[in-house]
């Protein structure tokens, strides 16, 4: 008896080890790639935590190309389509559901990142004090 729970306890470990290493391999890989693309921002980077997915996770999750990163329209399709699809109601999976809708709430946050970076820059540059056209 204490032979067979031995070895489920070495098999066990085995097997977490391996999912460990697994997950370790994956981060480091999409570390480098993010570094070789020189998109990795600190507004990503703080975008991918709070989430708790990086925008190529979400694009997978949607089905979403490069291209179609601005169409609001599609995203909101592909998004309703498959939070639908995976209601529990209809049998589907609440973890799926969850995953979708936290991969439109990524895909929210880079469209107002991106569309609020000329705007705040505007802003600052009418704000700025040391403009000598503002203190008068």
Do not use: C, W
Request: charged share 25%.
């Amino acid at each position: 008896m204490a032979k067979h729970l031995i070895q489920i306890a070495i098999l066990g470990s085995q097997v977490i080890g391996r999912a460990f290493t697994r997950a370790l391999r994956q981060e480091l890989q999409h570390a480098k790639t993010a570094t070789q693309s020189g998109k990795t921002t600190t507004q990503t980077v703080q975008a991918d935590r709070v989430t708790g997915m990086s925008l190529q996770e979400a694009k997978q999750i949607l089905n979403i190309a490069d291209t179609d990163l601005t169409d609001a329209e599609k995203i909101q399709k592909h998004y309703e389509h498959l939070f639908s699809l995976n209601d529990k109601t209809k049998g589907g999976s609440f973890y799926l559901q969850s995953k979708i809708y936290r991969a439109k709430e990524r895909f929210d946050q880079e469209i107002r990142r991106s569309s609020s970076a000329p705007k705040s820059n505007q802003y600052k540059q009418k704000e700025d004090p040391s403009d000598a056209t503002t203190m008068n």
